[in-house]
């Protein structure tokens, strides 16, 4: 054991010590229970909670202190979280059990469990219409949920493989679909497919970010690109090189900052000069494998799962005061 944390803390001291343009630097890491594998994480920045999925179950941090808060269990193959906080409810998609678990965001207690498509991975909250929308990769559909009652209010077959989805709360939901190298537009109130756009160059898209205010959004592609579209003509206005293997991207509206997390054990990070304009400033390390994160709005605070040495961990990135 004493060898496996020397191990992690020379690990730590090594990525501390590159910084980069952006003024990020590895602030500490937080030891997690249990073996596995993760997917995304999401940060309920109002709350002050972190949601981190981890292979049957999902570990959940005080985004302040760093501390457990609880552990949301029986999540078989968990995917993604989504929040409805002014419904008091989490929805976790449990990928290899075909259905999405409801949890009571207070307690972190499981209330119920809906059936899905196949194999459902992605999946976000819409306020313009209360409905969580589970991203079902193994059947090429999207299930619809009433948040209040966990009832299905449809299901949209979305034509190809889903990946990531993002939402802008006035009742468009933006999905990628990676096979098609598409980007799909949602209507969450008719619950039909308004528009579907290619994204050439990029090809498999996986990750998505979304830029309310200027209606952009960030796509990670597998072909090493980071692709921005206009939301609502689908258009993609630029494309930028990045490294291998994207799974996660974030935008934070205050710093104007891009971050795309790559398995290969860093995150590419862009500025926002204007709306289809964007500067690289290069990348910070992360690990081999890292490649999901989760961005906390109000800290501007990156989290990305990590495992060193059989120790299954999340790294916690401050941004200095410039």
Known sequence: MKGIFACVVAVVGLIAATATPSGYRLAS????PGAGGWDYLTVDASARRVYISHATQVEVLDADTQKSVGTILYTQG????????GLGRGFISAGKSDFVVVFDLKTLKAISTVKAGKKPDAIVFDPATNLVFAMNGG?????????ADGSVAGTIDLGGGPE????????KVWVNLEDK????????????????W??????????????????????????????????DTGRIVASYPIGDHVDASAFDPETKLVFNSL????????????ADSYTALGSI???????TMALDAKTHRLYVPSLQAGQFAVLIFDREEK
């Open 29 to 32: 890491q937080v030891p997690l």
């Open 78 to 85: 968990v995917h993604g979280i989504a929040l409805a906080p």
């Open 139 to 147: 059947s090429n559909s999207t299930t619809a949920i009433n948040a």
């Open 164 to 171: 990531f989805s993002v939402a802008d709360g006035a009742g």
């Open 181 to 196: 190298s598409e980007l799909v537009q949602i209507d969450s109130k008719s619950l039909k497919v308004a528009n579907r």
């Open 198 to 231: 290619p994204v050439a160059p990029c090809a498999s898209p996986s990750s998505m970010a979304f830029d309310a205010t200027n209606r952009r959004i960030f796509i990670g592609c597998r072909n090493h690109l980071m692709a921005v579209a206009n939301a």
């Open 263 to 274: 398995g290969e054990g860093s995150i590419a990070i862009f500025q926002q000069d204007s």
């Open 285 to 291: 390390s992360t690990a081999q494998g890292s490649k």
